[in-house]
């Protein structure tokens, strides 16, 4: 994350905070961004058009004031382009301040309730925070499954577990 992104994050942060609209500027933005195609963002970030015309399309939206004065900044301080990064520091402090954990989990097949609820409280004990997890399913793994948080993996699959095995024969048998 930038400099910028953070300090844009932190002051629309500061500001929803005041109103008690944090979460309801979270949702705007990442609706925001889900709904703009490759035209959509060409059209913010061209540089012949007028600020005039980008706000008009910003007026015309149904989000609460405070979240069409921030597009509309980004758009005056030509960093429209970082609305991506600035919403990933942004969700960043809001689950930060809820003490929240968004971990990612990679796994081979979709994870039980049961099996979803056990890796919840085992990481939120770990953690000491609540756990909100992402599961991703790949058919890339043998078996198993990954844990994605902060950018450190613990990785327990079957694929990790046979690359091991393979590294310690390697060095018996150099030995």
Do not use: C, W
Request: charged fraction near 30%; hydrophobic fraction near 40%; glycine fraction near 2%.
């Amino acid at each position: 994350m930038t400099d910028s992104a953070i300090a844009y994050a932190n002051a629309v942060f500061s500001l929803a905070l005041e109103k008690n609209q944090e979460e309801l500027v979270l949702e705007e933005l990442k609706n925001f961004l889900l709904s703009i195609d490759e035209s959509s963002e060409k059209f913010f970030l061209h540089p012949k058009l007028s600020i005039q015309e980008k706000h008009s399309v910003i007026d015309s939206l149904n989000f609460n004031p405070l979240t069409k004065n921030f597009l509309k900044v980004l758009l005056d301080n030509e960093r429209f382009d970082e609305l991506k990064v600035i919403l990933a520091a942004y969700e960043f402090i809001l689950n930060e301040r809820n003490n929240l954990a968004m971990v990612k989990i990679i796994t081979k097949t979709k994870l039980s309730k049961e099996n979803q609820t056990k890796l919840i409280k085992i990481l939120e004990k770990r953690l000491n925070r609540k756990v909100k997890i992402e599961t991703v399913v790949t058919d890339d793994l043998i078996s198993g499954f990954k844990v994605v948080y902060q950018g450190e993996v613990i990785d327990l699959t079957g694929d990790s577990f046979i690359s091991e095995i393979k590294t310690s024969l390697s060095r018996r048998h150099l030995s």
